[in-house]
């Protein structure tokens, strides 16, 4: 049962585009975080907010930025997309910071 | 720089075998260990975790060992099944932190 839910799951721009992805979860957990699975699969953490607080923040371009209005919700914007953005990009939630809970992912596509 | 270590990338088992992964990891903080599995087009969802108190976790033909002085863990799955095809990770995280995933294993199981 899908309780993380990311729109849209394929989205292919072009070089220097404005993208945006949306996630919301429906867990009421307090922290959620942005992950990209890159074509090896593999998983590196991009964002994490607890509360409306970034709490991590690792070592990602600057083009890219997560928004939240709410607990439920985290989105991410990247500014200008470059070709070595081409991933999935995977939202999760986690109620204590234990089990992460995975969206099914948006996959992006940069020509 | 890698933190979580996985072995091996892929793996080829016939039906009714067992299956064993690997994971080493670097940092003595980390407390928490869970492995997930991924399926195409999915993202990964919890499979099995295990905390540093303990060295062995099972549920039904999912096993995990966790030796704290030589800093693995192994995932074992008896009666491997075609189902379980699909991309294991390990990860590591200790308390309030994001989890570190390994590189992922894909795994095929051959009737």
């Known amino acids: 049962e899908t309780a993380v839910f990311q729109t849209p799951n394929y989205h292919v721009t072009q070089v220097g585009n404005e993208v945006s992805f949306n996630c919301k979860q429906t867990l009421g957990h307090d922290t959620m975080y942005w992950y990209k699975q890159d074509s090896k699969k593999l998983l590196k953490i991009m964002f994490s907010y607890n509360n409306k607080q970034l709490i991590v923040n690792e070592t990602v371009p600057r083009r890219f930025s997560p928004q939240s209005s709410d607990k439920a919700h985290l989105n991410l914007r990247i500014k200008s997309v470059e070709p070595e953005d081409s991933a999935v990009y995977l939202c999760?939630?986690?109620?204590?910071?234990?089990?992460?809970?995975f969206g099914a992912g948006t996959r992006l596509s940069v020509l | 720089q890698q933190q979580v270590r996985q072995s091996p990338q892929s793996l080829t088992v016939w039906e009714g075998g067992t299956t064993v992964l690997t994971c080493s990891y670097e940092?003595?903080?980390?407390?928490?260990f869970p492995w997930y599995q991924q399926f195409p087009g999915e993202g990964p969802a919890l499979l099995i975790s295990?905390?540093?108190?303990?060295d062995k976790k099972e549920d039904g033909r999912f096993t995990t060992f966790f030796n704290k002085r030589e800093k693995k863990l192994s995932l074992h799955i008896i009666d491997s099944q075609p189902g379980d095809s699909a991309t294991y990770f390990c990860?590591?995280?200790?308390?309030?932190?994001?989890?570190?995933f390994g590189t992922g294993t894909k795994l095929q199981v051959v009737p």
């Open positions: 990860a590591a995280a200790n308390s309030g932190t994001y989890q570190r």
């Open positions: 999760a939630s986690s109620p204590r910071g234990d089990t992460l809970y």
């Open positions: 940092d003595s903080t980390f407390n928490y």
């Open positions: 295990i905390l540093s108190v303990s």
